[in-house]
């Protein structure tokens, strides 16, 4: 039986030896020590002898048995040792470049917008906004434009149907971001002086190589008492300059709008001017000139359908297309360009 026990002890170690994780080492003790091991095995066979042999057998079995959970814990602590030892020693390259989280970026016309609000806030203007789906009563009426003016027809204008059970009032795409100037008016909160710009989306039934239907225009405008016209010219002399970074000319023509009196079509210098070198200019065409759009004085007729009085405040007006100001600030070739939506050319405009 000595033999035997010697025998299994020889075993056990020989297998110790090549345990090299806790699975491996649990199956081992259960081999050895559990219920149906070999050494529990052993130790049942004591019954079957004499007192003195079992007293000695007994003695030696324990040993035997103590020597193997001993060996069991001692390896079960350098596994865990070694574990951890690893975990220590794993290297993290901390140095490792992040992957870059694809953004986009900014499309031109939010890059030209943002430049505007920006010039026009340093001069005391507020930004305004007004809806795109607006009441006819704002888009044409409050602005002077009479009931029978081609601007509303159906050529010019998206018209929208209002809902089910809404009330039928008449309600459009907004044509211009002239409504803004009633909204802000008739805004209770805001008394004159008031100095607002509204840059916005505009939408007309219009579709070819320089219309689209959908464009971008910035209305300004001024109202307290006793401002003038030479306020207006003022104003727009140290935006061009402001905006483009030295001083162009800004001249007025005079035009027609219902919701000015006087009203004009205004053209500043052409920044971009290369007749001045004896060629002829791509931008302006050799003219000199680039259009801005319309401005007035706002019409007694608007300030009374807004509540102000015209015997006591005057103001000034503008309306000026932001897309073209867009394509010339950034050099685009095509206004379709900006509204494609082809990524390659918005990636052109990291900003
Ligand atoms: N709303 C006009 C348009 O879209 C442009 C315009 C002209 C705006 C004269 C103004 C203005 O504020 O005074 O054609």
Known sequence: MIDRLLQEQAAFEAALSAVDDEDGLYRLQVAFLGKKGSITGLSKQMGALSPAERKSLGAELNRVKDAIAAAIEGRRVALLDAARSRDLARVEDLTMPPLQAPIGTLHPLTLARRALEKTFRRMGFDVAEGPHVEHGAYNFDALNIAANHPARDMQDTFFVRPRAGQPPTELVLRTHTSPVQVRTMLDGGRPPPIRVIAPGTVFRVDDDATHS?????????????????????????????????????VRLRPSYFPFVEPGAECDMQCPFCQRARGGVCAVCKGSGWIELGGAGMVHPAVFEAVGIDPEIYTGWAFGFGIDRMAMLMYEIPDLRL??????????????
Do not use: C, N, W
Request: aromatic share 16%; proline share 2%; charged share 20%.
């Open 213 to 249: 239907p959908m464009f971008h225009q910035i209305e300004g405008l001024y109202v307290d008492r006793g401002v003038t016209m030479a306020d207006l010219k003022a104003t727009l002399l140290q935006f061009t300059s402001a905006f483009f970074g030295r001083s162009l000319a």
């Open 338 to 351: 900006m509204f494609d939506g082809d990524v390659r050319f918005l990636r052109g405009f990291a900003g």
